[in-house]
T-cell receptor, first 113, second 111 residues
Framework: EAGVAQSPRYKIIEKRQSVAFWCNPI?????LYWYQQILGQGPKLLIQ????????DSQLPKDRFSAERLKGVDSTLKIQPAKLEDSAVYLC???????????FGQGTRLTVV | DAKTTQPTSMDCAEGRAANLPCNHS???????VYWYRQIHSQGPQYIIH???NNETNEMASLIITEDRKSSTLILPHATLRDTAVYYC????????????FGPGTRLSVLP
């Protein structure tokens, strides 16, 4: 079974530029999560989707971050404009339903300079 | 905020059992205990979860105390590849619940 796919693996941008990350969850998984992991810390939830609807985006900085999950499959996370403090690993995860274990991708390491 | 407390770091000799403790003294009756680990430069990997009975799978064993206020993850024969950060998470199995990660325990398996 293929795992959660994320791209790109690494990205370096200058502050105030925009960036987008892509996630393809495990086939059939209805729930999709985006987490942000700052160096030395545990992952922090940014947004959770159930199919193509948002379940929780309470910790998403909506002035600069946006995410969508069209057709309830793939998802993109965008940052516009980026700040230095956005440097982190962005992890995508998926699960069959909201109550089952989540499977994580390898993440995208973003460096903002 | 995470509802669990774990030691910051632990060492274990290769081939010995690694016992990772987790305190979750405020756990509710319907909250499960989950364990994930994160090897360097990878995403978190699911290990095991349980409610109140001890659980075992091919990766590890989970021992939950009778009062459910703490648990221990046991890796029976640690190898160098088990070096990782281990996260203990408590979570209700309900629609909309996500996984809240704390800082975890950094386990170093030493040769």
């Amino acid at each position: 079974e293929a795992g959660v796919a994320q791209s790109p693996r690494y990205k370096i941008i200058e502050k105030r530029q925009s960036v987008a990350f892509w996630c393809n969850p495990i086939s059939g998984h209805a729930t999709l999560y985006w987490y942000q992991q700052i160096l030395g810390q545990g992952p922090k939830l940014l947004i959770q989707f159930q199919n193509n609807g948002v379940v929780d985006d309470s910790q998403l900085p909506k002035d600069r971050f946006s995410a969508e999950r069209l057709k309830g499959v793939d998802s993109t996370l965008k940052i516009q404009p980026a700040k230095l403090e956005d440097s982190a690993v962005y992890l995508c995860a998926s699960s069959l339903g909201g109550s089952t274990e989540a499977f994580f991708g390898q993440g995208t390491r973003l460096t903002v300079v | 905020d995470a509802k669990t407390t774990q030691p910051t770091s632990m060492d274990c000799a290769e081939g010995r059992a690694a016992n990772l403790p987790c305190n979750h003294s405020t756990i509710s009756g319907n909250e499960y205990v989950y364990w994930y680990r994160q090897i360097h430069s990878q995403g978190p990997q699911y290990i095991i979860h349980g409610l109140k009975n001890n659980e075992t799978n091919e990766m590890a064993s989970l021992i939950i105390t009778e009062d459910r206020k703490s648990s221990t993850l046991i890796l029976p024969h640690a190898t160098l590849r088990d070096t990782a950060v281990y996260y203990c998470i408590v979570r209700v199995l309900l629609y909309g619940q996500n996984f809240v990660f704390g800082p975890g325990t950094r386990l170093s398996v030493l040769p």
